[in-house]
């Protein structure tokens, strides 16, 4: 017999029957049986314990903001109460889109304001332009690994995602034509290709300047759309910065063009702050228009009140009259580079010769790859529970799921170098407990860092002529191809 919910019992709820949960799953649409959770939500509560090091999420360090600048900007923006708390337009405040417009210029990038759609973060862009373009089954192509983030977004549209593989220079763009050329064959064009150039989340790595040109090239040869998603450009700590896709679309188009086929995505969560909730899309204008159809029946208008404050913010100058909020960037690329030195020496030091890790010229985060035996799902179970220490299971990063279990994401933003060193000897102590329990049980050697043991092998010493084969420009060991080194791929296929 069904117990009660309310009633007889109170008010009070009670627990549900597996009867009363069916009853629901009759009501629910089709496409919720494809929703899967955001790795990283789950575990934002962990960054509210101070057990725990969360090495997981893609935190920005906002202590770093000035508590006294923040009530100076918000007692202005409290000077115009009533606009501050009233709906704003759908395409965002003129005031805040001249402050995409700038931010875009420091990126070498010239946009028409005319062209740019305001969002609640940059998390909404991919969600927005999954609604307007994508029907079920449609093909979306994406990088191998991607963004977890957009991988629940992906399969509650019910995409179907091809993931390309990426090495040192990013995706590997004969292997994507070589996909193009099968659903082609099949009768399938993909709705639209989304790509981080810059600082791949989570591979770390940066797509080469060839590679942008040819992507670009392929795009308009095919007439297909590309998404890029460029969160980290202005993050970079060192090498010389490289154009958008944006910029290369506009060099196409023209004099005086505008992109033709890619849709900008940007974010002032990793350059001001994520709980603003604000980001941008920049588009061609029959696309920005269905956008913004799609963001009015989401949400009408992202926060007046961030907008308002965002536009005080970039009035700010420093003493010399430069642009405060660049003095901002400049200091956290400081923050963040130290941050990553700090991590790229814990994993030299802890985490074992099986291990391989890109080290990554900017951004927030470095992708490592462990035994080819360990299941980093599993890892973190044990991390969390007897080392509290947390980071995303690299399973998180394949849409299907059965790729990337030896791999993980790590954040070296959020942390402390101190904290940084500690989650990384954490995560190193369960690790060789793990390798140890295995080599016990069937007397095996460590496995090579990927899934298919046909990696590298051990770490070659620093400075030996094996060591200069092994190694890329902006990636540290990853697993050789037998074609040639410059086409090795990320170590978790």
Not at 211 to 226: D, K, T
Not at 380 to 397: D, H, I, M, T, Y
């Amino acid at each position: 017999m069904d117990r009660p919910i309310g009633g007889a019992s109170g008010g009070r709820k009670t627990r549900q029957t597996a009867h009363e949960l069916a009853r629901y799953e009759t009501l629910f649409a089709m496409r919720t049986r494809g929703m899967k959770s955001s790795a990283m939500r789950e575990m934002m509560a962990l960054t509210e314990r101070p057990d725990v090091i969360s090495l997981a999420g893609g935190l920005p360090d906002t202590s770093t903001f000035e508590p006294e600048l923040f009530a100076t900007l918000m007692s202005r923006v409290a000077e115009s109460t009533a606009r501050a708390l009233q709906y704003g337009p759908t395409e965002g405040m003129a005031s805040t889109v001249q402050c995409v417009v700038d931010v875009m210029a420091a990126e070498g990038t010239a946009i028409d304001p005319g062209e740019v759609l305001v969002t609640t973060g940059g998390q909404q862009v991919i969600d927005l332009v999954c609604k307007t373009l994508v029907d079920p089954g449609d093909v979306i192509v994406a990088e191998a690994p991607t963004y977890p983030g957009a991988v629940p977004t992906f399969s509650a549209y019910q995409a179907h995602v091809e993931q390309i593989e990426m090495d040192a220079d990013g995706m590997q763009i004969d292997q994507l034509e070589a996909t193009l050329d099968r659903l082609a064959a099949d009768g399938r064009t993909p709705k639209f290709i989304y790509t981080i150039p810059n600082f791949q989340n989570p591979g770390g790595v940066t797509m080469s300047l060839a590679r942008r040109r040819r992507l670009i090239g392929v795009a308009h040869e095919r007439e297909l759309l590309i998404l890029e998603d460029n969160p980290y450009g202005l993050l970079r700590y060192e090498g010389e910065p490289l154009p958008t896709l944006h910029s290369l679309d506009s060099e196409v188009a023209g004099a005086g063009g505008s992109a033709d086929l890619v849709i900008y995505l940007g974010t002032f969560s990793k350059i001001l702050s994520p709980g603003l909730r604000l980001g941008w899309a920049v588009a061609p204008r029959p696309v920005l228009e269905k956008l913004n159809l799609g963001k009015q029946g989401a949400d009408l208008c992202s926060s007046s009140v961030t907008q308002m404050f965002v536009a005080e913010y970039f009035k700010e100058r420093t003493r010399d009259g430069r642009p405060r909020w660049l003095e901002y960037v400049e200091q956290l690329r400081d923050l963040y580079r130290g941050r990553r030195d700090a991590m790229l020496d814990a994993l030299a030091e802890h985490f074992g010769e099986g291990a391989r890790w890109t080290s990554p010229q900017g951004g927030l985060f470095v992708w490592a790859t462990l035994d080819g035996r360990i299941d980093t799902t599993d890892l973190l179970a044990q991390a969390r529970g007897s080392e509290g220490v947390a980071f995303v299971p690299g399973r998180a990063a394949f849409v299907d799921g059965r790729r990337g279990a030896s791999s993980m994401r790590l954040n070296f933003a959020g942390m402390p170098d101190g904290e940084i060193r500690e989650g990384v000897r954490r995560i190193g102590k369960v690790v060789r407990e793990q390798v140890g329990l295995y080599g016990t049980l069937t007397g095996a050697a460590a496995s090579p860092a990927n899934e298919t043991d046909a990696g590298s092998g051990p770490r070659a010493a620093p400075g030996s002529a094996s060591d200069d084969a092994a190694k890329l420009a902006d990636v540290v060991e990853l697993p050789r191809r037998a074609r040639d080194d410059s086409s090795r791929r990320l170590q978790d296929r």
